[in-house]
């Protein structure tokens, strides 16, 4: 552990950075399983809905705001979706990028309620320079507050032979990989902002991602935080049949405590149980409300860390280069925290305020009028419910190869699903009701042309489009 110390304070980082890594690399080489068998946990089976919950009688909104934070998880540089900037960079609609909406959000919250809620973006080192490039340029205004930015730790990966710090000669920056958004915690207090938004009167923190734009500050759930006292309350919704195979909320038998059980931490002979919806019936929105005079005291009697579960991912060095060494990176998550306190807590919200945007088949369905923006400056559904979109990943899982594809994106507004199989180009003035499957079985794009399609199945493939008289 020593080289692993000297090699983070050479760094910069802070001793709350390295505890935190000392408590993961523990857990590492102990052997810990981390499995909870279905014998030592309890279904979750109740919980206060926001769909029934109205403002606290008597609330003074300008004083609550006041002490309340907004924290945006800025770290994703979207690597999935071909993106080599932060996610929020993206545009989504009328121009506008999912950090605009957030931006202007938290300007519409301070002007109709005359308050400074405070602003907070936790940016990775892959992310800081180009989100504040564009909050120069955009919101400049934002980029001179004081707790604009959060700057997330970096961890050093594990070599998985020797269980030393890896190293790659080629690119040291190779040898550091992010440590999870549970380094939240661990970057609040050693970057001293923790104390220092107590200190000005903050005491209410709303975490969430920034590509999730449902996850908006709301009012009522605000003051139903602060007024259950608890220290952490945790966003959750109703698990359905495409969620079985995620991570559950469940009550840990020997302290009581609710905790979070991921698909890793569940021994095979129990995944039944596991994926059994009607039993355990809510999954974690990484939306999250923290009360932080709290947060600072349960992490004073931790030794200044959160003990939470190590997360082991099996990489190699060079994750592009198969060929270099295999290393171990260690992660916690944000959510799992709940575990750490006595007075924790969750509600159930809909599933509109957990929207991610994860895939380039999300982003097509939000950049159509499936989606409104409001004035309030949120991003919601247009009817009841919105369209199941499933694009092709061979031809537009990355954004570049998605948007040479889509001219226009088309209406979608009393669409039911759209499934996409091969390369269509979609012509601006496309219109889709019902359900609807497109197919094309040659390997050259073809033109989707304009007009309405309603509840059909349609192979565009040249060879089987029939002649026109």
Not at 84 to 97: R, V
Not at 300 to 318: F, H
């Amino acid at each position: 552990m020593d080289k692993f110390e000297k090699k983070m304070r050479d760094a910069g980082l802070s001793e709350s950075a390295i505890k935190a890594f000392k408590g993961n690399y523990e857990q590492l080489t102990s052997g810990a399983t981390g499995l909870f068998p279905e014998n030592e946990i309890a279904p979750v089976e109740s919980l206060p809905n926001l769909d029934d919950m109205k403002l606290e009688e008597g609330i003074k909104l300008d004083e609550l705001l006041a002490q309340s934070a907004v924290l945006k998880l800025n770290g994703g540089l979207g690597t999935s979706m071909g993106l080599e900037k932060a996610k929020s960079l993206l545009p989504l609609k009328e121009g506008k990028t999912f950090l605009d909406f957030i931006a202007n959000q938290i300007k519409h919250t301070r002007a109709t309620y005359k308050s400074d809620v405070k602003f907070i973006l936790m940016n990775s080192f892959s992310t800081s320079a180009d989100t504040k490039e564009f909050l120069s340029k955009s919101h400049g205004d934002l980029l001179k507050e004081p707790y604009i930015e959060l700057m997330q730790n970096k961890s050093p990966k594990v070599d998985a032979e020797t269980m030393e710090p890896a190293t790659y000669e080629p690119n040291p920056d190779a040898e550091w990989c992010p440590p999870g958004h549970g380094d939240i915690y661990i970057s609040l207090v050693g970057s001293g902002m923790l104390d220092s938004l107590i200190k000005d009167g903050v005491k209410y923190l709303f975490v969430s991602n920034s590509d999730n734009l449902g996850a908006t500050l709301d009012l009522k759930l605000l003051s139903f935080f602060a007024a259950s006292d608890k220290a952490f309350l945790m966003e959750v919704c109703e698990r359905t049949a495409s969620d079985k195979k995620g991570g559950h909320l469940c009550v840990r038998k020997k302290d009581n405590r609710i905790m979070l059980r991921e698909s890793a931490m569940c021994p095979d002979e129990d995944k039944p149980h596991f994926e059994n919806i009607e039993k355990h019936k809510f999954f974690n929105t990484n939306s999250l409300w923290v009360n932080l005079p709290k947060l600072k005291a349960t992490m004073e009697k931790e030794g200044g860390v959160l003990p939470l579960p190590m997360i082991k991912n099996k990489k190699t060095v060079d994750p592009r280069d198969s060929s270099t060494s295999k290393v171990f990176q260690l992660e916690t998550a944000m959510g799992s925290a709940i575990e750490c306190f006595d007075d924790a807590g969750a509600v159930v919200v809909p599933r509109s305020r957990f929207a991610p945007v994860k895939t380039c088949s999300d982003l097509f369905s939000l950049r159509s009028d499936a989606y409104t923006v409001t004035p309030e400056h949120t991003v919601v559904l247009a009817g009841e419910k919105g369209p199941l979109v499933k694009l092709d990943d061979k031809f537009y899982k990355l954004v570049d190869k998605m948007e040479a594809l889509v001219k226009a994106p088309p209406s979608m507004r009393e669409c039911t699903s759209l499934t996409v199989k091969g390369s269509i180009l979609f012509a601006p003035g496309v219109l889709f009701k019902g359900d609807v499957k497109l197919e094309n079985d040659s390997s050259q794009p073809v033109e989707l042309a304009a007009g309405e399609y309603v509840n059909t199945d349609l192979n565009l493939t040249p060879a089987k489009v029939p002649a026109t008289v």
